[in-house]
């Protein structure tokens, strides 16, 4: 199974700063360390045309360039770097390249990822550039040309994003876009506080726990499948709603967060529809946390990576 990273791009945030950037190194070496039959990649970066599927030309350049307002900086919530800006392409780069291997493989990864509060114009909430929708606009591009034919049809695409917080701008770059199914399970009080409309929404209240999520979730995944035919899934596997996150204020134990991963890849599995995995948020008091979760997610699409291999010809 492949699955692409982008953690060699350290970004110097001050000290004390919330967002634990560690992370993403500490999870590829566990993959590494445990998962060896998962094979990591260096992500690529997204080149501007890539990202000019999504987002605006004015932003990109304002990206890369270093002119971002520092009201823009603010609502990112990371200084404008170098460092910022590659990573920020490389996190977009990957869920492209792990896009294309899920489309021949079953299964594919981005070790970071699931950028989902950046709008067209504008990043937020540690966004920079949309990934998941960046990489949904190049499959859908590239889609006649995979199936060498020019009528090819329109690639459907689902967007389960089980991270804490709403999708916010991956709702509205595809509002009203009948190729893309926007899902999104969220805690209702949570960030951000004036949401977008997906294509469904749940709301959780705070404290939500393993078994009133999963009820919701068993119910979200239903309405998925009867409104929605996708041939490809981007799944949004946020660690955030653990008990111990510091952001989430939901209550989910890591049997709860492995339960929820393994419905989402089973109803993928038994449409036959690939899957692309992201990390999403992920904020533990105590970091061993996000990773135990995301180490977790890793082992279930390894196993669903496995059922694939199986199944091919």
Same mark, same amino acid.
């Given at each position: 199974?492949?699955? /692409?990273?982008?953690?060699?791009?350290?970004?110097?945030?001050?000290?004390?700063?919330?967002?634990?950037?560690?992370? /993403?190194?500490?999870?590829?070496?566990? $993959?590494?360390?445990?998962?060896?039959?998962?094979?990591?990649?260096?992500?690529?970066?997204?080149?501007?045309?890539?990202?000019?599927?999504?987002?605006?030309?004015? /932003? $990109?350049?304002?990206?890369?360039?270093?002119?971002?307002?520092?009201?823009?900086?603010?609502?990112?919530?990371?200084?404008?770097?170098?460092?910022?800006?590659?990573?920020?392409?490389?996190?977009?780069?990957?869920?492209?390249?792990?896009?294309?291997?899920?489309?021949?493989?079953?299964?594919?990864?981005?070790?970071?990822?699931?950028?989902?509060?950046?709008?067209?114009?504008?990043?937020?909430?540690?966004?920079?550039?949309?990934?998941?929708?960046?990489?949904?606009?190049?499959?859908?591009?590239?889609?006649?040309?995979?199936?060498?034919?020019?009528?090819?049809?329109?690639?459907?695409?689902?967007? $389960?994003?089980?991270?804490?917080?709403?999708?916010?701008?991956?709702?509205? $770059?595809?509002?009203?876009?009948?190729?893309?199914?926007?899902?999104?399970?969220?805690?209702?009080?949570?960030?951000?506080?004036?949401?977008?409309?997906?294509?469904?929404?749940?709301?959780?209240?705070?404290?939500?726990?393993?078994?009133?999520?999963?009820?919701?979730?068993?119910?979200?995944?239903?309405?998925?499948?009867?409104?929605?035919?996708?041939?490809?899934?981007?799944?949004?596997?946020?660690?955030?709603?653990?008990?111990?996150?510091?952001?989430?204020?939901?209550?989910?134990?890591?049997?709860?967060?492995?339960?929820?991963?393994?419905?989402?890849?089973?109803?993928?599995?038994?449409?036959?529809?690939?899957?692309?995995?992201?990390?999403?948020?992920?904020?533990?008091?105590?970091?061993?946390?996000?990773?135990?979760?995301?180490?977790?997610?890793?082992?279930?699409?390894?196993?669903?990576?496995?059922?694939?291999?199986?199944?091919?010809?």
């Amino acid at each position: 199974m492949h699955a /692409y990273y982008a953690d060699e791009f350290v970004l110097p945030l001050p000290a004390g700063h919330r967002f634990p950037m560690a992370k /993403y190194r500490m999870l590829r070496d566990r $993959i590494a360390e445990r998962l060896p039959g998962v094979a990591l990649h260096v992500a690529p970066p997204a080149p501007d045309d890539d990202l000019a599927l999504v987002h605006s030309p004015d /932003y $990109i350049f304002a990206v890369q360039s270093g002119t971002l307002a520092p009201a823009a900086q603010r609502e990112i919530g990371f200084p404008w770097s170098e460092a910022m800006a590659q990573r920020a392409r490389r996190s977009v780069g990957a869920t492209v390249a792990a896009s294309r291997i899920a489309l021949q493989q079953g299964v594919a990864g981005n070790l970071a990822g699931g950028t989902h509060h950046a709008y067209a114009d504008r990043g937020s909430g540690f966004c920079v550039f949309n990934d998941v929708a960046v990489a949904a606009r190049r499959m859908q591009a590239e889609w006649p040309l995979r199936q060498h034919s020019a009528r090819a049809g329109r690639l459907n695409v689902a967007v $389960i994003d089980l991270d804490v917080h709403q999708g916010n701008g991956t709702a509205r $770059i595809f509002q009203g876009d009948e190729s893309v199914f926007t899902l999104s399970l969220h805690g209702a009080r949570n960030f951000p506080f004036r949401k977008e409309v997906s294509d469904l929404d749940v709301d959780l209240p705070d404290g939500c726990g393993d078994d009133d999520y999963l009820v919701a979730l068993d119910d979200a995944l239903q309405q998925l499948g009867n409104r929605c035919s996708p041939a490809l899934v981007f799944y949004l596997a946020g660690a955030d709603p653990h008990a111990g996150d510091r952001l989430g204020r939901l209550a989910l134990s890591h049997a709860g967060l492995e339960a929820r991963d393994r419905r989402v890849f089973e109803w993928a599995w038994q449409r036959r529809v690939p899957l692309v995995v992201t990390m999403a948020g992920g904020y533990g008091r105590d970091l061993e946390d996000t990773l135990a979760a995301q180490l977790a997610t890793w082992q279930v699409a390894w196993q669903y990576h496995q059922r694939w291999q199986n199944a091919l010809p």
